[in-house]
């Protein structure tokens, strides 16, 4: 059986410490880590492709987006 894949998103300065430790999580208990894997983008080594290109890559390889909402999320146009 394939492993669910999670990808975990947020501002990456606003949450950094709440998607690590959910990785974290996922990867460190035994009966998690059996049926999921998490995805985290600053965990990709850097490459030649543009991180838009990576990054939407990843987001369909997944089975599951986890976005996490604060006060920072996206921008405020006129």
């Not at 460190?28 to 880590?33: E, I, N, T």
Request: hydrophobic fraction near 40%; proline fraction near 5%; aromatic fraction near 14%.
């Amino acid at each position: 059986m394939n492993p669910i894949r999670i990808f975990i998103s947020s501002v990456q300065r606003e949450f950094s410490g709440e998607r690590g430790l959910l990785r974290d999580y996922l990867r460190g208990d035994p009966l998690m880590r059996r049926f999921f894997e998490a995805f985290l983008f600053e965990d990709v080594p850097a490459s030649d492709r543009r991180p838009r290109d990576v990054y939407l890559d990843e987001v369909a390889r997944c089975d599951i987006f986890v976005c996490i909402l604060g006060k920072e999320y996206g921008f405020e146009d006129e």
